[in-house]
């Protein structure tokens, strides 16, 4: 199947140019006279699939809004490109192969062709492989070089190859195997690894290697120096029997002393940020269980169908990147911000950095023209409750124009209620107060009600304004689980994607972090008085300098 055509400005679309004029109405526009307004607007503006709903109702728009959106969706024949992405067209046209995440969680049994070739057997076969090895490890089956039973898992890996498998692990603690402590480490000044190996034991220990590439210099460092160690520790013959691997590159797994039968293999088409659903995911799969692996699969699955299936109007990934793209495009957005209000989603917010802005933080369109709009906004964020007493006062207060996701899970799994409770009314209290902000006029009577005598009210009302208008989109799960975790996994992933396609960008290739890697290696060279870096600038000097004893 061939992608549709690549080579239009998305500004030239009749779409694009009616939003526009479209945009200048809401100049007078304030959001809460659209609140206000309709009493039944969250019924209006907001889609339940299956046990997770999205309220978008306090976003700056209107019904005519999401009327200009789906044409300029139908203009950019989004349809097709859906339908292109999932049935394995070459969509990262700048490295001609497709972007097959959603054949890893493929539960129809249908056929998958990559290339005129099914994909589905083999991946189903590793997922087979690695998620057996996943039970012999949790049962005693498959245990260390010196019989020891495995109580702790190190994943080695960074960027898409950490991130998913670390942020899913922290999301699914519940369910996790009480025998089993799994650490992430991606930091790439030994100190990080250097922590958890003062914590744990080389005979009871697995290390996994994740990397695609297998080249990554700061996964390679790491691995390096734990197999160092576990020769250290126990014997040369233990590195079989205390690593695994997952890559695209199954021939430098085993040049580093990985036994075939441990290095899980992933293909060139899984990209890094989008790999969590294949072998890269073995270590949620044994912090927790296969078959909660398997649940995690089942609920991306049922976003995808819903994805291919449901009309524009009412695909949930459709609509939150086209809202994406009227914030960003048309109401001047320049930042993007999530707020998870649930402590098992901590980590969300750096996994969707990745995931947003190294697919999308592009500037020039697949035709390689140069693009003269917004594409990917900054995302950045943390737990919510954290950030009301730390930057949100920026959110509310500053001049930066800003959106914001807030998300929750309802159903309360441990036993805090109240504490729960609080944290859901918190979440509710500042997507209202970002919406609707405070007047002058709300906030003098509201001190007068609750009778603050302030030193001189009259010059301190301006600092207690809250300008308002201010969008954000509350993403509600009934309760945290594997499967509500695949399925708002992959709403994002898809929103990522429907952007993309409206900017006409390569959501899947990430050349931007290409430059600072070769210079790194020059760098590193001259830093140690080896080879030879032209560039070599003061900053460097003063390094070698420090360094001498
Ligand atoms: O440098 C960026 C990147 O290529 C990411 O896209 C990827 O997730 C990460 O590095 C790790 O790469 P690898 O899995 O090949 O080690």
Avoid at 51 to 65: F, K, P, W
Avoid at 93 to 104: D, F, G
Avoid at 121 to 148: M, N
Avoid at 185 to 199: A, F, H, P
Wanted: contains cysteine.
């Amino acid at each position: 199947m061939d992608i549709p055509a690549i080579n239009e400005d998305p500004q030239e679309t009749p779409a694009w140019q009616e939003l526009q004029r479209h945009a200048n109405d809401f100049e007078k526009i304030r959001l809460t006279e659209l609140l206000d307004q309709d009493q039944d607007r969250f019924s209006q503006f907001s889609l339940q699939v299956d046990e997770l709903c999205v309220d978008y109702s306090r976003n700056l728009l209107t019904q005519e809004t999401i009327r200009l959106l789906l044409n300029l969706a139908e203009q950019r024949h989004l349809e097709q490109w859906i339908v292109a992405l999932v049935s394995g067209a070459p969509v990262n046209t700048t490295e001609s192969r497709p972007a097959l995440h959603t054949a890893l969680r493929n539960r129809s049994g249908d056929p998958v062709d990559v290339a005129g070739r099914n994909v589905m057997p083999e991946i189903e076969s590793e997922l087979a492989a690695f998620l057996k090895f996943a039970r012999d490890i949790q049962t005693g089956d498959c245990v260390g070089h010196t019989g020891g039973r495995f109580n702790t898992i190190v994943n080695l890996g960074i960027g898409g190859s950490d991130l998913g498998p670390a942020m899913v692990t922290t999301a699914l603690s519940d369910f996790r195997n009480p025998g089993i402590e799994a650490y992430f480490v991606s930091g790439t000044d030994g100190i990080q690894l250097d922590q958890v190996l003062r914590q744990v034991d080389p005979a009871t220990t697995l290390f996994i290697i994740s990397s695609k590439s297998f080249t990554t210099p700061e996964t390679r460092l790491n691995a390096i120096t734990a197999r160092d160690w576990i020769v250290q520790h126990l014997t040369g013959d233990a590195v079989g029997a205390h690593f695994a691997a997952v890559s695209a590159n199954q021939a430098a797994t085993v040049e580093f002393g990985i036994d075939p039968s441990r290095s899980f293999k992933i293909w060139d088409w899984v990209g890094g940020r989008y790999s969590l659903w294949s072998a890269i995911g073995v270590s949620i799969a044994i912090a927790t269980s296969p078959s909660i692996f398997v649940e995690l699969l089942e609920g991306a699955y049922a976003m995808d169908r819903h994805f291919q299936t449901a009309p524009a109007a009412a695909n949930l990934p459709v609509l939150l990147g086209l809202i994406a793209v009227w914030n960003q495009n048309f109401r001047g957005i320049t930042d993007h911000v999530i707020l998870p209000y649930h402590q098992r989603l901590a980590a969300f917010p750096a996994y969707l950095q990745q995931l947003e802005m190294e697919s999308n933080g592009k500037s020039v369109r697949r035709d390689g023209q140069p693009v003269d709009y917004s594409t990917a906004v900054s995302v950045w964020g943390s737990l919510g409750a954290n950030a009301q007493h730390s930057f949100a006062q920026l959110l509310h207060q500053g001049t930066q124009r800003i959106s914001v996701d807030f998300i929750a899970a309802v159903r309360d799994a441990e036993g805090h209620e109240n504490q729960h409770l609080q944290t859901l009314s918190n979440m509710l209290a500042q997507a209202d107060a970002l919406a609707r902000g405070q007047s002058r006029q709300q906030a003098q009577s509201g001190r007068e009600g609750r009778g603050v005598a302030g030193p001189d009210p009259q010059s301190l009302l301006p600092h207690l304004v809250h300008p308002g208008n201010r969008p954000s989109t509350i993403l509600l799960l009934r309760e945290l689980n594997a499967r509500s975790v695949g399925m708002l996994i992959a709403l994002y992933e898809h929103k990522v994607f429907v952007e993309s396609v409206i900017w006409g960008i390569n959501a899947f290739d990430q050349w931007g972090v290409e430059l600072g890697k070769h210079l790194a290696e020059s760098y590193a060279g001259a830093l140690v008085g080896r080879g030879k870096n032209d560039q070599i600038t003061n900053v460097a000097q003063l390094i070698q300098k420090w360094r001498e004893k």
